[in-house]
């Protein structure tokens, strides 16, 4: 287009950096150029196909990909009212066949590219911007399983993330695992010093292949282990997702295996209600925790000195579950 090398940078961060609706800027581009680059740089390969709004202000969005696949994203305002968090897929389906879960019900189709997972990032900095927000953090807890599309995933977040390109800052980047070990340590080994997502359910081998088949490949053991070498590689404190199920994870006597586990460990533990998908893979009629459960398995928790937190849930009356959306259409 005639531009000079040095114009690049500019550029790309006026594309990923800058707010939706922002062009180039005129003072470095030719006026006639700037409405060029703009129009180039807001062309997008993937459509907004459905999109469904909480009364909380949780918005899920099912993106349409070029070739036809489909992907859920979602904008979660936060309680500061001036900034919000964004749940990014990484794949189209997932091979991982999480019991609970609504995507694994779909099976894994195919690999997000790095640019379809940037895409996703700004549709829902668009939403946000729109509810008056800055879209401040994202997690790669949506579709897919991220160690298993890591490269992808690593070149999304270099241009989110990069001082010199992005929005964000790598602090503000999160990437969670059903405990892949090897990724754990690629990741740790990219040095991109984003926070790791563990995501455990279980204090003990066999009740956690019950509901991650993965599992049955890391031992709850091997994947503290990566976690600690993250933990040490990056200084970054792990949080370990445990979402509760009634009477299969939410015992007394789990609370305290899973201190045991963490006695020690500088990690924190987000506790997540189950939220019903319907019937699971292998046919179980899985049901949250009750209240008085979840609040006895916290405690129990705390009073072991480990640090737990109950994650609120967002946008139950709307397909809120990973996979859901995308499965009703
Ligand atoms: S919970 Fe995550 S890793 Fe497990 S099947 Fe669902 S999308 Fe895949």
Known sequence: MGLRPSHAGALLRSHYAAGAGAGPNGR??????????DDERTRRASAIAA????????????????????????????FREDRAAGCLSSQVGCAMGCDFCATAKTGFERNLTSGEIVEQFLALRAEALAAGRRLQTIVFMGMGEPMLNLDNVLASIDRMARNELGALGFRQVTVSTVGIVSGIDALARSGMNVHLAVSLHAPDDPTRARLLPAGRRFGVRDILEAADRYQATTGRPVSLQYCLLGGVNDSAAQADELAALLGGRRMHVNLLRYNPTGISLRGEAYAPASEEATEAFVARLRSRAVVAHIRRPRGREIDAACGQLRRRA
């Open 51 to 78: 999109r469904q709004v909480a009364q909380d202000g949780t918005t899920k969005l099912l993106l349409r990909l070029g070739d036809g696949h489909t992907v859920e994203s979602v904008m979660m305002p936060d």
């Open 28 to 37: 470095q581009f030719p006026p006639a150029l700037a409405r060029r680059l």
